[in-house]
């Protein structure tokens, strides 16, 4: 069995704007997460549980930062739509 590509990375312009304002230390956890979110997609917890539609856009927290992503299934990458840090 071939092990599937992990999925890309796009972001979106306000999310890149966040990342390039991150202190180092909160950008390094930033990839960290994404790294893993890359590698399976939907481990991280659905943005809205009750929308029924919405399995694809996922939030991830990690301590004082929180990353909410879309799965774009077709086209194999991931929509970094927000960054919050509260640092």
Known sequence: MTAQQP???RFSAPAAK???ALPEHAEDTVWDVLDAAAIDPWGFGQFNADDLE???VRHATVGQLSITYWIHRPLHHL???TITWLG
């Open 7 to 9: 999925y890309a990375v």
């Open 18 to 20: 966040v990342l390039d």
């Open 79 to 81: 929509s970094i739509l």
């Open 54 to 56: 919405g399995g694809d």
